[in-house]
């Protein structure tokens, strides 16, 4: 079974940094995109920053300069790096990743973790 597994959430004051790392686990052929989501009370889920399988970023304009994605293939890993949090961006924080398992070869699934608060107090 698939999974994906997220940590690094927390309460950090304005200004402060915090990072994420989801892992993915299982029975994986291959995983191509992986992403940070983010949904705050009464509001749509958004997309926060993606990133290929070969590295290429790709960031919501909010996240621009302050926030870095980036993953290590080799142990099936996206991370979040975030900097200069403000108030607005606390949020749930989940994971996404369009992964190939083995159990389904040829077919990408999309899968999601279970979320982390992130909580930036001004």
């Known amino acids: 079974q698939v999974q994906l597994v997220e940590s690094g959430g927390g309460l950090v004051q304005a200004g402060g940094s915090l990072r994420l790392s989801c892992a993915a686990s299982?029975?994986?052929?291959?995983?191509?995109?992986m992403g940070w989501y983010r949904q705050a009370p009464g509001k749509q889920r958004e997309l926060v920053a993606a990133?290929?399988?070969?590295?290429?970023?790709n960031y919501v304009d909010s996240a621009k300069g302050r926030f870095t994605i980036s993953r290590d293939n080799a142990k099936n890993t996206a991370y979040l790096q975030m900097n200069s949090l403000k108030p607005e961006d606390t949020a749930v924080y989940y994971c996404?990743?369009?992964?190939?398992?083995?159990?389904?070869?040829?077919?990408?699934?999309?899968?999601w973790g279970q979320g982390t608060q992130v909580t930036v107090s001004s």
């Open positions: 996404n990743a369009q992964i190939m398992p083995m159990q389904i070869p040829r077919i990408t699934i999309n899968y």
């Open positions: 299982g029975s994986i052929i291959s995983i191509n995109e």
């Open positions: 990133i290929t399988r070969g590295g290429a970023p």
